[in-house]
């Protein structure tokens, strides 16, 4: 059994930045790949970032590109997202993730553990 923790959330005024933390329990943490998925008030939960087990390979949701970064660390057991050039439609519970698929992962369905995610609000 996994758990999964995420911190680091809140209110930011656009234009801000914010990193969310994710520590995993379990020694099996550096093997898997993660993500990150938001779910906005009335919305589908949705893809955000993903990252392999090594860390190497990493992929974005095209809302997301070139603002944010999703970066792990092993020894840590944490998978962290580096939100920048924040815009109201960032808001949404952010979860984090993790797969047991061998490809990296951008799908809901992909992912076997979950979070209880972390509130992201980003004022205009």
């Known amino acids: 059994q996994v758990q999964l923790v995420e911190s680091g959330g809140g209110l930011v005024q656009a234009g801000g930045s914010l990193r969310l933390s994710c520590a995993a329990s379990?020694?099996?943490?550096?093997?898997?790949?993660m993500g990150w998925f938001r779910q906005a008030p009335g919305k589908e939960r949705e893809f955000v970032a993903s990252?392999?087990?090594?860390?190497?390979?990493?992929y974005y949701a095209d809302s997301v590109k070139g603002r944010f970064t999703i970066s792990r660390d092993n020894a840590k057991n944490t998978v962290y997202l580096q939100m920048n050039s924040l815009k109201p439609e960032d808001t949404a519970i952010y979860y984090c993730?993790?797969?047991?698929?061998?490809?990296?992962?951008?799908?809901?369905?992909?992912?076997?553990?979950w979070g209880q995610g972390t509130q992201v609000t980003v004022s205009s």
């Open positions: 993730a993790l797969s047991r698929y061998n490809d990296l992962p951008i799908k809901r369905e992909q992912y076997t553990y």
């Open positions: 990252i392999s087990w090594t860390g190497i390979f990493t």
């Open positions: 379990g020694r099996a943490f550096s093997t898997y790949n």
